[in-house]
């Protein structure tokens, strides 16, 4: 079945620390991969996507993701934590380029990130 | 990134009232998409519209739901007769080149 694992439920980290949230997909081929942050309260705003070629992605406020086909994972990191990050995380994916078709995302269930003063 | 807009930011409603939840998409798309995220869970995909019809839809979107765009620019989700369980937050999205941007959202409390 197809699906969207996101292992961790939540994650502390110390403000300046490195993070990596990980993400795994199960699809027949690659769907486009997303990863977007929920604030409390708020709105999911878009950190990055892959859709094709190379597989180390640039997003905003200082995030990246790594595509690994062979792992079907799509980790987001970044080198080190703000305050401000704190918020929850989602990683998304899209059959689209599988079926040819606009689809809608599936999600996973999200990893909420806590960062310590 | 497009701009999305949806009201109301908050609505409160007894079981069994109608409500229409709207979303006003700033710049011309064609896809347009219905999510919700009951509290403490993951988004769920409701529905898609495109082309002025609906696309798809998930088992969620029951008879209960109907989407339409009236007037060529507002998105409107209605919920016919809302239960407890309709509480949730109701989110709108668009869709880009590949990605999708979604709006604010709408926090609906049945009650």
């Known amino acids: 079945a197809q699906s969207v694992t996101q292992p961790d439920i939540h994650i502390t980290v110390s403000e300046g620390a490195s993070l990596e949230l990980r993400c795994n997909y199960s699809y027949g081929a690659t769907p486009y991969l997303f990863w977007y942050v929920q604030s409390p309260g708020q709105g999911l705003q878009l950190l990055l996507k892959?859709?094709?070629?190379?597989?180390l992605v640039q997003g905003i406020k200082g995030f990246e993701a790594e595509f690994k086909r062979s792992q079907s994972s799509f980790n987001l990191r970044k080198p080190s934590v703000h305050w401000s990050d704190a918020a929850e995380y989602f990683c998304?994916?899209?059959?689209?380029?599988?079926?040819?078709?606009?689809?809608?995302?599936?999600f996973g269930s999200g990893t909420q990130l806590t960062v310590l003063p | 990134e497009p701009e999305v807009t949806q009201t109301p930011s908050h609505q409160v409603t007894q079981m069994g009232q109608e409500v229409i939840l709207r979303c006003v998409p700033i710049?011309?798309?064609?896809?347009f998409y219905w999510y919700r995220q009951i509290l403490g869970q993951k988004v769920e995909f409701l529905v898609s519209f495109y082309n002025n019809e609906i696309s798809e839809k998930s088992e969620i979107f029951d008879d209960q739901f109907s989407v339409e765009r009236p007037d060529g620019s507002n998105f409107t989700l209605k919920i016919r007769s809302t239960k407890l369980e309709d509480s949730a937050m109701y989110f709108c999205a668009v869709r880009g080149a590949v990605e999708q941007y979604f709006g604010p959202g709408t926090r609906l409390t049945v009650t």
């Open positions: 710049s011309n798309h064609l896809y």
């Open positions: 998304a994916v899209d059959p689209t380029s599988i079926s040819g078709s606009a689809r809608q995302l599936t």
């Open positions: 892959y859709f094709s070629g190379d597989t």
